[in-house]
């Protein structure tokens, strides 16, 4: 077999002519920038996601940033971040010139650990950044909890996990403002970089607004200095289409990693994901761990598997970073996770047949170990 690590093969045939027509009309309407699909997705999102208000922006950086900026966090604050994450997450809190105050995460669920958090506050800490990894939601009952005992702001990155829960909310509608991305690979995708931001804070839904338009809430009047990030109509148009499809779309990735559990259940070196009792994972990866990972994506890749590694290097050891002087052994449980974690492919559409096939190679890489 040849299984590639992502494909489209199944969603994008199926919605083709929907969206084909939809931007058709987006081609036809001469009205290519903050247009009526852009609003039309906004409003469709919030509804889906059960806040009072979405807005689009370019991409899920930008979304992130935003947030932070309209909360009005910048030098001299602490924003405490998770030490195992896409670089993004870091990205953010640098752009509006934050410290950076990594955690570590929860070995078994790769995401903030809910203590460690508690326990990294100082009375600079102004936010706090918990990052939904590889599509389950973050204790977000503790995490929200504590941050109100403390006067914290909470900006979710809800990047990898819409759909998920915790204790039967929705990831996105937790903090006061957060930020998801849209980016093609995601469980929602649009067709290029696209993101957006969810509040149910009409202050901050306006703030946010103002940021991605230039500082502008009428053309040519800048009230503040902005940025330019929109959402863009096509890429609204074809969030459109997606968005009904999503709940299926994740329903799809949970019984392929069900799949997967039956198959590598009790496998010697095999560490399957571990979900909390409490929260929902819509797997946006399915994520094993091994002693042997390298050696295992090489196996996997000579019997035509494709797999990746998130992530091969922690933000604290990435050399944009090094001038916050962290070194190696000061988060262990990241480094750890990065040197051990395998995503193996996961999206609707992969079939028994090819889980049953990628399940046995991997046996056979154990068994050959």
Known sequence: MNIPFFSFKTMHPAIKTEIMNRLEAFYDSHWYVLGQYVKDFEKEYANYNNTKYCIGVANGLDALHIALKALGVGPGDE?????????????????????????????KTFNLDPDKFKNAITEKTKAV????????????????????????????????SQGARCEGQLTGSFGQVNGVSFYPGKN??????????TTDDEELDLKCRTIRNYGSQKKYYNKIIGINSRLDEAHAATLLVKLPHLDAWNAERVRIADQYRKHLQGIEGIILPFIASQVTSVYHQFIIRH????????????????TLIHYPVPPHLQEAYSHL???????PIAEELAQTMLSLPIYPGLSEKEVAYIAEKVKEFTFKA
């Open 79 to 107: 924003v405490i971040v998770p030490s195992n994450t896409y670089i993004a997450t870091w990205l953010a809190v640098s752009y509006v010139g934050a410290t950076i105050v990594p955690v570590e995460p929860n070995p």
């Open 129 to 160: 950044m918990p990052v939904h990894l590889y599509g389950q939601s973050c204790e977000m009952d503790r995490i929200m909890a504590i941050a109100k005992a403390n006067n914290i702001f909470v900006v979710e990155d809800n990047a990898q």
């Open 188 to 197: 929602l995708g649009a067709l290029g970089d696209a993101g957006g931001i």
């Open 291 to 306: 002693q042997r990972r390298d050696e295992l994506q090489t196996y996997l890749k000579e019997n035509g598997i494709g």
């Open 325 to 331: 002087n962290f070194k190696a052994g000061d988060f």
